[in-house]
C-alpha cells in the first residue's frame, strides 16, 4: 500500500494519478500497486508536480515496515540507528562521533562487571560470521553487491572469504562509502545464484552470527526466491540485539558505536569482511573475551 500527499499538485498531474490511486482527501492518494509502478509514480511526481511539495509513504520489508520519499519539502529523511526519521528543519543535528569525542572507551574492568550482571548466554565458541554489503536500504529495489563469511571453529578463525556481485549500476555514494565500483564488480564478481549457493552451503545447519539480522536475511531470502535457491536451516544470533541486552545505555546500536565503546578499531569499515571481524571482536569483548 502506497500514501500520497501533496501541495500546490497541478491538475494534469492528480489526473495521472488518478488512474493509478484514489484520491481520498486534496492531495492525499492512496492506493495497492507494484514497486515498479510506485517508481514510476514517483518518477512522474518529481518531474511533473512544478514548485510543490510531494511525500510518498510505502510498505517495505524493513524494520520499520515502511519507507518513504519526499520531494521539494523542508523535511529530510534522515538514519538515525539503523532507523530512518523525518528531520525537521530546525532539528539539532545528531552528533554521533560524540561517542568517542567526549565518552571514553569502556574498560575491561567495567566490561567485565557488566557480563556478571548481565550475561545469561553462553559463550558460542564455533560459528559463522556473515555480513552483506548493498546498493541501498530498500530491500524491494536495492540488490546485495558483496557477501562476506568467516568460519570460527573452536574460538578460532579458520577461514574468511569475501563475494562480490555483479552490478552494472551503483550509486556514487555507495561507491564512496564502500569503494565498490561497477567496475570493481565486472572484473572480480560473480553472478548472484553462484554466490548464494557458496555461502548457503558454508552456513547450513551452523550458528550464523548477524549483526541487524533483519536486513540482511530480508536482502538473502529474496534473493533466494528470485534465484530459486533453497534457503539453509540455521541457528541465529543476532549480535546487534546482544549489544542492546548488555549495553542499555549506548546512544545508538550501529556496529560502529558499539565497537567504538567497548574500544575496538574499525579497520575496513563498509566492507563485508571487515564487518564480520569487527562483530566477532565485538562478540568476544560482550562475552568478556
Request: hydrophobic fraction near 40%; charged fraction near 25%; proline fraction near 4%.
Amino acid at each position: 500500500m502506497i500514501v500520497v500527499s501533496m501541495t500546490n499538485c497541478p491538475p494534469k498531474l492528480r489526473g495521472d494519478l488518478s488512474k493509478w490511486l484514489l484520491e481520498i482527501n486534496t492531495g492525499v492518494y492512496v492506493g495497492q500497486v507494484s514497486a515498479r509502478v510506485r517508481e514510476a509514480l514517483w518518477k512522474r511526481i518529481c518531474e511533473n508536480v512544478g514548485s510543490g511539495q510531494a511525500t510518498m509513504v510505502f510498505s517495505a520489508n524493513n524494520e520499520q515496515h515502511f519507507d518513504f520519499y519526499v520531494h521539494n519539502t523542508s523535511r529530510h529523511p534522515a538514519d538515525f540507528d539503523g532507523i530512518k526519521l523525518m528531520k525537521h528543519p530546525n532539528a539539532v543535528p545528531y552528533k554521533a562521533a560524540a561517542v568517542s569525542d567526549n565518552k571514553p572507551a569502556m574498560s575491561m574492568a567495567a566490561i567485565q562487571r557488566m557480563n556478571k550482571k548481565r550475561r545469561k548466554n553462553s559463550l558460542l565458541t564455533s560459528y559463522i560470521l556473515l555480513d552483506i554489503e548493498t546498493t541501498g536500504l530498500s530491500c524491494e529495489t536495492d540488490k546485495i553487491l558483496e557477501v562476506g563469511i568467516v568460519d570460527v571453529s573452536g574460538g578460532r578463525i579458520m577461514s574468511r572469504r569475501s563475494f562480490l556481485i555483479k552490478v552494472d549500476t551503483i550509486p556514487e555514494e555507495i561507491v564512496k562509502l564502500t569503494g565498490i565500483s561497477p567496475e570493481l564488480t565486472a572484473r572480480d564478481g560473480c553472478d548472484l545464484k553462484t554466490v548464494l549457493e557458496s555461502v548457503f552451503e558454508a552456513i547450513d545447519d551452523r550458528n550464523v552470527l548477524i549483526y541487524n539480522a533483519e536486513f540482511d536475511l530480508s536482502f538473502l531470502k529474496r534473493d533466494a526466491e528470485v534465484c530459486g535457491v533453497d534457503f539453509p536451516d540455521i541457528h541465529l544470533l543476532d549480535v546487534r540485539e546482544l549489544s542492546k541486552k548488555m549495553l542499555r545505555d549506548a546512544p545508538n546500536y550501529k556496529l560502529e558505536t558499539i565497537a567504538s565503546l567497548l574500544g575496538i578499531t574499525n579497520k575496513q569499515p563498509h566492507r563485508a569482511l571487515g564487518d564480520c571481524l569487527l562483530m566477532n571482536e565485538v562478540y568476544l569483548k560482550l562475552n568478556g573475551k
